[in-house]
């Protein structure tokens, strides 16, 4: 099984400004890495595939980098609407989930 | 305009089982990967089960041998046939559509399951 682990758990960051979140993964997962925004009471919304591909309309303030077992999200210039909880995905092999990062508004 | 409505959630004692629904309707639940992802009150996500368009399926271990995930291709729907349920099996449970190239792309809402006494 492939563990991911996100940091940090959570994240006070102010309107306006840049957040980086993380993701490792156990083992080399290429670039076979999404990430998910996820708000109270909704379903996960895809925001990036294959490390770095934004997905079907989404800003482009939200860019991911990284292969191999490191990967970042970087939200430029947060808007109110993107204070949420955001997961990492591994789909090299078969399916995980990072526990989430908290990014909350300071 | 793609919908994934999921149904069939409830309160169950431990040891019973329940049968989920997920009607898809904008695209073919048999030419795509559908998955299912669970969320545990407070918790993150937690992948469940796959069904390829070809029909192999795949378990997460926690559910393997107790869950069965399949489809009608009659009615566009997919299913998750939950056996000899226990507390931890507690969660919201979503479908979603493994969409080759872009994983997880289209969600539902989400159907909640409890299992307790």
């Known amino acids: 099984e492939i563990v991911m682990t996100q940091s940090p758990a959570t994240l006070s960051v102010s309107p306006g400004e840049r957040a980086t979140l993380s993701c490792r993964a156990s083992?080399?997962?290429?670039?076979?890495l999404a990430w998910y925004q996820q708000k109270p009471g909704q379903a996960p919304r895809l925001l990036i595939y294959?490390?770095?591909t934004r997905a079907t309309g989404i800003p482009a303030r939200f860019s991911g980098s990284g292969s191999g077992t490191e990967f970042t999200l970087t939200i430029s210039s947060l808007q109110s609407e993107d204070f949420a909880v955001y997961y990492c995905q591994q789909y090299n092999y078969w399916y995980s989930f990072g526990q989430g990062t908290t990014l909350e508004i300071k | 305009e793609v919908q994934l409505v999921e149904s069939g959630g409830g309160l169950i004692q431990p040891g019973g089982s329940l049968r989920l629904s997920c009607a898809v309707s904008g695209f073919t639940v048999s030419s795509n990967y559908m998955t299912w992802v669970r969320q545990g009150p407070g918790k993150g996500l937690e992948w469940v089960s796959v069904?390829?368009?070809?029909?192999?399926?795949h378990y997460a271990d926690s559910v393997k041998g107790r869950f069965t995930i399949s489809r009608d291709n009659s009615k566009n729907t997919l299913f998750l046939q939950m056996n000899s349920l226990r507390a931890d099996d507690t969660a919201v449970y979503y479908c979603a559509r493994w969409g080759g190239a872009t994983p997880f792309d289209y969600w539902g809402r989400g159907t909640p399951v409890t299992v307790s006494t």
């Open positions: 069904i390829y368009s070809d029909g192999r399926t």
């Open positions: 294959a490390a770095s």
């Open positions: 083992q080399s997962v290429s670039s076979n």
